[in-house]
């Protein structure tokens, strides 16, 4: 009985990542495609379809992943370490996904897509912390998909010859404060409240 449960929600967490990843994964693997569809939708209307999948997506991630942390098994116990060093992780990968948003940077200018090497390190510090299956396939996943993303984001960058703004210290500034703000707020408020767990208690 316990299985059959513990089938069903991890089922709902797959289809979760089915859906929001694999509409993140549209440009990795039909990039030809997606620009038919775009130029044949409209922008707009493209961006309203790729919104709506992935807000369902996600929801079912949360959904499915809140049933399955309690009930699936457990690979390994985290290290005693293993809080402090997500913890340092998340600081980081917090100010990559500023560092995405804030114009002039010089971690832009240098990488180009920090969102996503900022979803690798948030993936990565969470297996770390998190031992149970349900966490290594939530956090696997995003981990193997933002390593095959960001490899095919920089090859579109070299093809298109794209380069990004110079960075200013301005930027630099604004984007560490932005992402340190708002990891504190996530990390203390937050993710208690939409995750169920207080990383510091």
Not at 15 to 41: C, D, K, M, N, Y
Not at 97 to 107: I, R
Not at 126 to 140: D, I, R, S
Not at 167 to 181: H, K, P, S, Y
């Amino acid at each position: 009985m316990v299985r059959q449960s513990e089938g069903l929600v991890m089922t709902v967490l797959l289809l979760g990542l089915l859906i929001f990843l694999g509409g993140h994964s549209v440009r990795i693997v039909a990039e030809p495609w997606r620009t038919v569809q775009v130029a044949r939708w409209g922008p707009l209307a493209w961006k309203g379809a790729f919104t709506l999948v992935a807000l369902v997506g996600f929801a079912l991630i949360v959904w499915g992943y809140g049933l399955a942390r309690e009930q699936t098994s457990v690979l390994w116990e985290p290290p005693f370490w293993g809080r402090h060093l997500t913890a340092l992780l998340t600081v980081v990968s917090f100010v990559l996904f500023a560092a995405a948003k804030v114009p002039g940077n010089h971690v832009k200018a240098a990488v180009g897509h920090p969102m996503v090497l900022g979803v690798q390190l948030w993936a990565a510090a969470h297996l770390v912390a998190n031992g149970t299956v349900a966490a290594v396939v939530l956090f696997g996943a995003f981990l193997v998909w933002s390593v095959v993303d960001f490899a095919s984001a920089r090859r579109r960058d070299r093809a298109a010859g794209t380069r990004y703004p110079a960075g200013t210290l301005r930027g630099d500034a604004l984007a560490v404060i932005g992402g340190l703000v708002v990891w504190a707020l996530f990390a203390f408020l937050l993710h208690g409240w939409l995750i169920g767990v207080r990383p510091f208690g």
